[in-house]
């Protein structure tokens, strides 16, 4: 039997994950930047839906560390911190160095994958769209940590997907002329695990996720 209009339709998600999406999304891609206060309200309107989801979306994303709320008032979206950037630094210099070493020799397959996201983040730098590019960047370095078998270690590395995201918009908007030095990096690393060349690639891992240590001096929200 075949099914009806209605059947066929795609089913939305329930209101509490329209909202949850919406902002979450908004927050990582620096829409919604650090310091701005969102409404119950307006995220209502904006969504199109009762406040009641809106309120359930926001205490989860407070459960993450995104918002902070405040009765009657709203959710605060919080800016990355100092503390939150040296962290999530440290943990990946090593996880990702440790990574780079096992990826020699390295597997046809990841030097295409590799090949692939540098291209992109080429591509989506010269069309300006910084969160595509943020996404590109973190998706090169997640193929090398996977490459190395390492399924904890992957896992702990995909739990500092939503921070790395935000970070690097941000850090893409605060310095700009970093878009063309990630990819000239990204290069360096493709062409060291080319070449099998674990010592270099190293290096340039520890070289290229270092210097985001520098935003802690700045204003990253």
């Not at 995909?158 to 310095?175: I, K, T």
């Not at 970093?178 to 190293?202: C, M, P, Q, W, Y």
């Amino acid at each position: 039997m075949p099914s009806s209009p209605a059947s066929a339709q795609v089913r939305q998600p329930p209101a509490a994950e329209r909202v949850y999406a919406h902002v979450k999304d908004g927050v990582l891609h620096r829409r919604y930047a650090g310091g701005t206060l969102l409404t119950e309200g307006g995220l209502a309107e904006a969504v199109g839906v009762s406040r009641t989801p809106v309120r359930e979306a926001l205490l989860r994303l407070e459960g993450e560390g995104l918002l902070k709320l405040y009765p009657k008032k709203g959710a605060l979206v919080l800016a990355v911190s100092a503390q939150e950037i040296a962290d999530v630094v440290e943990t990946r210099l090593l996880v990702e160095k440790h990574a780079a070493a096992k990826a020699v020799p390295a597997a046809p397959a990841l030097i295409s994958r590799l090949e692939e996201l540098v291209e992109a983040m080429r591509r989506q730098a010269a069309e300006g769209d910084l969160a595509a590019v943020s996404v590109s960047d973190r998706a090169f370095h997640a193929e090398i940590v996977r490459s190395a078998g390492n399924q904890i270690l992957s896992r702990l590395y995909d739990q500092l997907r939503d921070r790395q995201l935000r970070m690097g918009v941000a850090a893409m908007h605060a310095h700009p002329d970093r878009i063309a030095k990630n990819i000239a990096e990204h290069t360096e690393i493709l062409d060291a695990l080319r070449s099998g060349d674990a010592a270099a690639a190293v290096a340039v891992v520890d070289r290229h996720v270092s210097w985001v240590r520098d935003l802690a001096q700045g204003d990253v929200r």
